[in-house]
């Protein structure tokens, strides 16, 4: 049973350039949420993904946009890149479940990020 | 965003001690969740609590879900060498998870 994969594992670039990075969910999951965590702090909430729509989003900028496809898997797209952007870019998969009239998100599971520098 | 206050910020113990941490919010949580983050990696999940009072335990680590729901602490029991790491709570409110601080644990062997 694979885990969240997520390519690529690294990756450089300059400011105004753009970026795709991609992600693939746990098996069975079917939400996808991305998170940027820059360097001594914790994971911040980009935005989730599920149905192919975005459901939540974070305090981020325009420049920062996604895409669900048919499989569940996922992108995190930034336009414009800032040297502030330079993170590490974390994706979670999870699964919508209902608890009686509740529906509640199972626990996330994460892959091992992207290293994202901006020179 | 909601703000979760993880402490202490980091701890320095010896190998064999007990650990104990804690993770504080000014909202209420639907689950609570502890992760564990090796350098350059993604989080990895530990424990999982979706009850208020509930206490549940995965080898030598005991979380609680706090009776407020505004708060959760995980202990570490016979700390060894491969516990270093940085540890965060995580708490769910709605469809969205808000993330500690995070506690950074060094243990001398």
């Known amino acids: 049973d694979a885990g969240v994969t997520q390519s690529p594992t690294h990756l450089i670039k300059t400011r105004g350039q753009q970026v795709t990075l991609r992600c693939s969910p746990k098996s069975g999951h079917d939400t996808v949420s991305w998170y940027q965590q820059a360097l001594g702090q914790g994971p911040q909430f980009i935005f989730q993904y599920y149905e192919e729509e975005e459901r939540q989003r974070g305090n981020f900028p325009d420049r920062f946009s996604g895409h669900q496809f048919p499989n569940y898997s996922s992108e995190l797209n930034v336009n414009a890149l800032l040297l502030g952007d330079s993170a590490l870019y974390l994706c979670a998969s999870s699964t919508l479940q209902t608890s009686g009239r509740a529906l509640s998100y199972n626990e996330q599971f994460f892959g091992p990020g992207t290293r994202l520098t901006v020179l | 965003g909601q703000q979760l206050n993880q402490s202490p910020q980091s701890m320095f113990i010896q190998e064999g001690e007990d650990v104990s941490m804690n993770c504080t919010s000014s909202?209420?949580?639907?689950?609570w969740l502890w992760y564990k983050q090796d350098p350059g990696e993604g989080p990895v999940l530990l424990i999982a609590l979706y009850k208020a009072g509930e206490l549940t335990s995965n080898g030598r680590l005991t979380a609680q879900f706090g009776i407020t729901r505004k708060d959760s602490f995980l202990n570490i029991s016979a700390s060894i060498p491969s516990d270093v790491g940085i540890y965060f709570c995580a708490g769910q409110l709605i469809s969205q998870f808000y993330f500690g601080t995070g506690t950074s644990l060094t243990v001398i062997p």
């Open positions: 909202s209420i949580f639907n689950t």
